[in-house]
DNA sequence: TAGCCGTGGTG
DNA sequence: TCACCAAGGCT
């Protein structure tokens, strides 16, 4: 997507959509694509828990961090229990890391429980124990990058962020550079696009952030996008391509069985379920080959995810 | 920067 | 059935 047409005049479609006169906001959509979009999710939106009024910044990081790589459906009720036990970063904080580990339970990924343990620890050392609104403070934050950061000061304190996660990059690529897919990593070109298409103002920016997201998740979908729903089907840049196929460098696809994240898994299930230190014995019986449940368990130490005691018992880190 | 890091639902 | 996919971050 090497030329964008952000800057064309708007389009007859958009037109059509603002049967009113426009307001200032939308006069400054040059796509018009702002406009369907923010009407779109206003009226479609999930009512998910982080999105509540009540869920203040703490809860806005936590969904964040938990939704990474992972599907809404699987975090919702491990969220629930999350907030309701550490309501703030001080009480995570006050925690000791295994337990973050022990209650992220099957998420995945579980050196994000350690890394929102860590920047609860550091919100409250270095921010009083608030989560932070300046997008460097948050990006200084363990296990918070470029994305996480922008999400953040975006959804949980309302600023002007691009906000380019898997699926807006998406909806982008097909509305705007007609692909099918975005690129494998995410490129110079598509940042400077999402930043294109931010709307000035900033509360229509934080909206327009969280309803790409959803469009991308509820319509615009990786496998079966559902254009009849879509309210930008007739501006889409792929649709009107006549929707070509991928094109380019396969999408990196990972295997699972037999890798070491799989023996890291079935050791940390095993610590995680464990109330008292666990003999060496019992970790050898998840997995018969020697030298990788060896090279695994050692990952987990090395991670900071395992402790290991004298006599060669195991247990998640207490420090 | 490409590879690594979990887990489970699904088309 | 089995790749693919899911609100990334880190090195």
Known sequence: MTSTPVTTT????????????????????????????????????????????????????????????????????????????????????????????????????????????????????????????????????????????????????????????????RVFARAVAGRQYPPNATTAAERKLARALLPQDEALAARWAAATMELGALVCTARGPECVRCPIATQCAWRLAGSPAHEGPARRTQTYAGTDRQVRGKLLAVLREAVSPVPQVVLDAVWDEPVQRARALDGLVADGLVEPLSGGRYRLPLT
């Open 10 to 169: 708007a389009t007859s479609a958009a037109a059509e959509t603002a049967s009113a006169a426009p307001s200032a906001a939308e006069a400054a959509d040059g796509t018009g694509l702002h406009g369907p979009v923010t009407a779109w999710f206003d009226e479609h939106a999930r009512d998910l828990p982080w999105r509540r009024p009540d869920a203040g910044a703490w809860g806005v990081m936590v969904s964040e961090f938990m939704l990474q790589q992972t599907p809404v459906s699987r975090v919702l009720p491990v969220y629930e229990q999350w907030l309701a036990r550490w309501p703030r970063p001080a009480d995570l904080a006050a925690e000791a890391p295994g337990e973050a580990v022990r209650a992220w339970g099957r998420l995945g990924y579980p050196r994000r429980a350690l890394r929102l343990h860590a920047a609860a620890s550091a919100i409250q050392e270095r921010h009083g124990g608030d989560v932070p609104r300046e997008h460097a403070q948050l990006l200084a934050l363990p296990g918070v990058g470029e994305y996480t950061a922008a999400a953040v000061a975006s959804f949980a304190y309302g600023q002007r962020h691009a906000v380019l996660d898997t699926n807006v990059r």
